[in-house]
């Protein structure tokens, strides 16, 4: 967005805005359902990472810039959290013993 | 100085154009971003794994924190709306404007802060401490001080940013760039803290 820019609406960042009040809100339902937990995981989750989506597209105003630095955000923080991912698997090892050493 | 300017009598720009069209400054708000999430990242990984690994894990949340969490959920997520507001205003040139929804942003984040602070000392009156609690797992007290406490020490950061270039906005030091840079952040401590609140508290509510 330029200097001076004439900004468009905002219905469109009001929608975000409830919409990212009411994901909190779901997941307080989710969390006093009677489901086991990895379910319960999931789905907070899940919401969790649609409100940062609609937080990084809208409020970070991401949705607005290039292509290309779209990518850039997406490719380096992708790579950041598979890398911590990785080390998922060597938690687990040293949780229930080492499967992968022999 | 624009490329325009640079490229005068026909000559090359002595620049290279900026990979994304977008300010230096805010690509590089957006490279401390994108490590900040590995630091979140790590330390909620750490903090599932612990707590995946410990059967006994507390769930000493009782309805009274999970509604003082939404409280602070709803402020954070205001202060990110009105901060939005505060950009769009410096963008069309109306300093007051700004400047009004940059001090509506901070004093939310006060109140966060606040919130934060009166809800760890809850926890410590329970008898939570980093290394002791009453229910045994010792590393409960260290990763819930830690998880939460990296969150808190965002937002106090993200609070004296928005102090000094909000009030440097206003007196014409800082321009429109600066305020969405800090903008950036704050959105940032939002989207973390959207993490935060299911896998610390809503996941360890009492039964």
Same mark, same amino acid.
């Given at each position: 967005m330029s200097a001076a820019e004439k900004p468009s609406g905002l219905g469109k960042y009001l929608i975000v805005y409830l919409c990212m009040l009411a994901i909190p809100a779901l997941e307080v339902v989710i969390a006093y359902q009677n489901i086991d937990g990895p379910r319960k995981l999931l789905g907070m989750l899940s919401l969790a990472i649609v409100g940062a989506l609609l937080g990084i597209l809208f409020f970070m105003n991401l949705a607005r810039e290039r292509p290309r630095l779209i990518l850039f955000v997406a490719v380096f923080t992708l790579f950041a959290l598979a890398t911590i991912n990785y080390g998922w698997t060597d938690s687990f090892r040293l949780l229930v013993g080492a499967p992968f050493a022999k | 100085m624009s490329q325009a300017d640079l490229a005068? &009598?026909?000559? #090359?720009?002595a620049m290279e154009p900026s990979p994304f069209a977008i300010p230096a400054k805010k690509l590089a708000m957006w490279l401390f971003i994108i490590s900040d999430v590995m630091t979140f990242a790590a330390c909620l990984t750490a903090y599932g794994f612990l707590r995946n690994a410990t059967?006994? %894990?507390?769930?000493?949340?009782?309805s009274s924190t999970v509604i003082s969490v939404m409280v602070m959920a709803f402020i954070l997520i205001s202060s990110s709306f009105t901060m939005l507001l505060g950009v769009r205003a410096a963008k069309a040139d109306d300093r007051p404007a700004a400047f009004r929804w940059t001090l509506i942003t901070i004093a939310a984040g006060i109140i966060f802060v606040l919130l934060h602070i009166r809800d760890w000392a809850g926890m410590v009156g329970e008898g939570v401490t980093l290394f002791k609690?009453? %229910? &045994? #797992?010792?590393?409960f007290g260290a990763a819930y001080f830690s998880v939460t406490g990296l969150e808190l020490l965002h937002v106090i950061a993200g609070l004296i940013a928005l102090i000094i270039v909000g009030l440097g906005y206003q007196r014409g030091r800082y321009s429109s760039d600066d305020i969405e840079n800090c903008s950036l952040f704050w959105q940032f401590i939002n989207i973390v803290w959207m993490f935060v609140v299911p896998l610390v508290y809503l996941l360890n509510v009492a039964n």
């Amino acid at each position: 967005m330029s200097a001076a820019e004439k900004p468009s609406g905002l219905g469109k960042y009001l929608i975000v805005y409830l919409c990212m009040l009411a994901i909190p809100a779901l997941e307080v339902v989710i969390a006093y359902q009677n489901i086991d937990g990895p379910r319960k995981l999931l789905g907070m989750l899940s919401l969790a990472i649609v409100g940062a989506l609609l937080g990084i597209l809208f409020f970070m105003n991401l949705a607005r810039e290039r292509p290309r630095l779209i990518l850039f955000v997406a490719v380096f923080t992708l790579f950041a959290l598979a890398t911590i991912n990785y080390g998922w698997t060597d938690s687990f090892r040293l949780l229930v013993g080492a499967p992968f050493a022999k | 100085m624009s490329q325009a300017d640079l490229a005068v &009598g026909g000559h #090359t720009p002595a620049m290279e154009p900026s990979p994304f069209a977008i300010p230096a400054k805010k690509l590089a708000m957006w490279l401390f971003i994108i490590s900040d999430v590995m630091t979140f990242a790590a330390c909620l990984t750490a903090y599932g794994f612990l707590r995946n690994a410990t059967p006994d %894990w507390p769930r000493p949340f009782h309805s009274s924190t999970v509604i003082s969490v939404m409280v602070m959920a709803f402020i954070l997520i205001s202060s990110s709306f009105t901060m939005l507001l505060g950009v769009r205003a410096a963008k069309a040139d109306d300093r007051p404007a700004a400047f009004r929804w940059t001090l509506i942003t901070i004093a939310a984040g006060i109140i966060f802060v606040l919130l934060h602070i009166r809800d760890w000392a809850g926890m410590v009156g329970e008898g939570v401490t980093l290394f002791k609690n009453p %229910w &045994g #797992t010792s590393l409960f007290g260290a990763a819930y001080f830690s998880v939460t406490g990296l969150e808190l020490l965002h937002v106090i950061a993200g609070l004296i940013a928005l102090i000094i270039v909000g009030l440097g906005y206003q007196r014409g030091r800082y321009s429109s760039d600066d305020i969405e840079n800090c903008s950036l952040f704050w959105q940032f401590i939002n989207i973390v803290w959207m993490f935060v609140v299911p896998l610390v508290y809503l996941l360890n509510v009492a039964n």
